[in-house]
């Protein structure tokens, strides 16, 4: 028994060395994968950040025209409220209308100032 107690042993010394290079190999593996994890990471969470800059940007805009057209209608409603409060009467006199002999007048057909010698071309 002793003797395979020995025998196990030295088989153990014999694939220790074996087994430390395999765990090396591997340990530098995923310590190249966990930094490759780290940067799409870090580049995944910059572009993140860009596209939230640019959201908020562009609702900031929205929220600015809005306030904007609502700051524009709130402004008509109390233009459009002083107009009806105001009576709108003629201040002045009307004009008497023209004698007859000043209205214009011409035959269908014929284009106005054709008497005149203006020339129309199609």
């Not at 709108?88 to 014929?110: F, H, I, L, M, R």
Request: charged share 30%.
């Amino acid at each position: 028994m002793l003797l395979r107690l020995q025998e196990g042993q030295r088989t153990l010394e014999k694939q220790i060395p074996e087994l430390n290079a395999g765990i090396q190999t591997r340990i530098r593996q995923l310590s190249g994968e966990i930094e490759d994890s780290e940067r799409k990471t870090r580049e995944m969470l910059e572009q993140t950040a860009l596209r939230i800059d640019s959201t908020q940007r562009l609702l900031k805009l929205i929220v600015a025209l809005l306030v904007l057209s609502w700051g524009g209608l709130f402004y008509i409603a109390r233009r459009l409220l002083k107009l009806q409060e105001k009576s709108v009467a003629w201040k002045g006199k009307v004009p008497a209308s023209a004698p007859d002999e000043a209205t214009v007048s011409w035959q269908k057909g014929e284009p106005p100032n054709a008497l005149e010698g203006w020339k129309f071309e199609r």
